[in-house]
């Protein structure tokens, strides 16, 4: 993950890093959507300085994914020339909860917090007639 805020040094094109003031993982057993890691262990860096923290963050990791896809399908031959195939497609077959990353930008109110989600289970059913 990539900490992020406002930066002050008016340097084109140099980017800035947080003051990082302490470890921000917090333990498994103890993430919550709320607070995935401690926020308060990060300060904005003050006024034409560029920070202690380092570009990114690699003892940070988001939720990750758990995507289980399937495909059932039936051949029925109806005559010898014609066959139908009934099938269905589960995208996210087991509906698990597929979450964001966490805010990572200093100063949102949300810094810290996973505020989203996406791709709920999807069903397609099909019907084909060959001949």
């Known amino acids: 993950m990539i900490i992020s805020g406002a930066c002050s040094t008016n340097i084109q094109g140099l980017g800035c890093t947080p003051v990082r003031l302490k470890d921000p993982v ?3 057993g103890e ?18 300085s560029m920070g202690n923290n380092p570009r990114t963050e690699p003892n940070l990791r988001g939720p990750g994914t ?11 031959r109806i005559k010898e020339t014609i066959k139908l195939q009934i099938g269905a497609d589960f995208q996210n077959a087991f509906n698990t909860p597929q979450l ?3 805010i990572t930008t200093i100063g949102d109110a ?3 917090r996973i505020i989203g989600g996406g791709n709920q289970r999807q069903i397609q059913i099909r019907v ?3 001949y």
């Open 26 to 28: 917090i333990a498994e």
């Open 110 to 112: 949300n810094f810290g």
């Open 100 to 102: 964001n990353d966490p």
């Open 31 to 48: 993430k919550t959507l709320d607070r995935w890691f401690d926020p308060t262990v990060f300060a904005l860096a003050p006024a034409f």
């Open 128 to 130: 084909r007639l060959s």
């Open 66 to 76: 758990r995507n289980f896809d399937i495909g059932v399908y039936r051949n029925q």
